[in-house]
């Protein structure tokens, strides 16, 4: 599971071999400084795996409550088509410490309670029908949203400075499909070359292109809402039309309403 493991250096205790192995696998410094003004989120790796019958989450690091959480090796959890929505999640305990460490411990679940508290992290959500295949290989952008029998990811918060960020995989499906259409807007150009180069992107250069490419105003808006309106933006490309979406050639704006 992962776990926040520190030792304990302090006066007049006793060196310990263990001590110092930690000190050795897990520069804690750095990293501690490195991601200080991150948000709590995934920040690499936790890809999460379908298997037959189970949900297999691979080894990544996520961030929670400003402390850095690793997972080393592999977790397989058991999942079962109940028709209901679920969500699989990292749930967080509270910290334990004796004479020599400071450990908090999480374990991972599969909750069909989809709020997300103060003490978790999702990783998916899936809604299966009995007798139907849990899938994960995705058809179009539109499919990751698709409600019954796919691994939905629009949910999950990756961590990045400021504000909590989209999945790489959202992004990077949206930079495949816009590339086959092959729109001759710069802006779709670029927009796509970030995602494919970056892994995650912040937050806010997804809302300005967003915002500027459909002629919307700038506020908050949730993971679903930019996928919605990704999507939008993919429907209007036609293939090396270029322009701007919601905008005539040559003539008066148009205004989109949701």
């Not at 930690?22 to 948000?39: A, G, I, K, Q, S």
């Not at 710069?186 to 992107?201: I, R, V």
């Not at 937050?203 to 908050?220: A, P």
């Amino acid at each position: 599971m992962f776990n926040h493991i520190a030792p304990k250096f302090e006066k007049g205790r006793i060196l310990k071999t263990a001590m110092l192995e930690n000190l050795r696998d897990f520069p804690r410094e750095f990293v501690d400084v490195y991601y200080h003004e991150y948000t709590d989120g995934i920040i690499s790796g936790a890809h999460v795996e379908v298997g037959a019958d189970s949900l297999i989450v691979h080894p990544g690091i996520v961030k929670h409550q400003g402390r850095l959480y690793l997972l080393k090796d592999a977790v397989s959890i058991k999942y079962r088509a109940t028709g209901r929505e679920a969500a699989l999640k990292v749930r967080f305990h509270a910290g334990d410490e004796d004479s020599d460490w400071r450990t908090y411990r999480s374990e991972i679940v599969i909750d069909e309670q989809l709020e997300v508290a103060d003490s978790e992290l999702e990783l998916c959500r899936f809604k299966l029908k009995e007798g139907a295949r849990l899938r994960q290989d995705y058809q179009g952008f539109r499919d990751l949203a698709t409600e019954f029998n796919t691994v939905n990811v629009l949910h999950v918060r990756y961590a990045a400075y400021g504000k909590s960020t989209l999945s790489p995989v959202i992004l990077r499906c949206f930079a495949e499909e816009m590339t086959r259409k092959g729109s001759g807007d710069p802006q779709d150009f670029m927009f796509a070359m970030m995602c494919m180069n970056e892994g995650t992107l912040a937050r806010d250069v997804i809302l300005h292109y967003m915002t500027s490419r459909l002629g919307m105003s700038s506020r908050e808006y949730t993971n679903v809402e930019i996928h919605k309106y990704l999507s939008r933006i993919l429907d209007g490309v036609r293939g090396g039309g270029g322009g701007r979406l919601g905008m005539t050639p040559g003539g008066s704006q148009r205004v989109i309403v949701d």
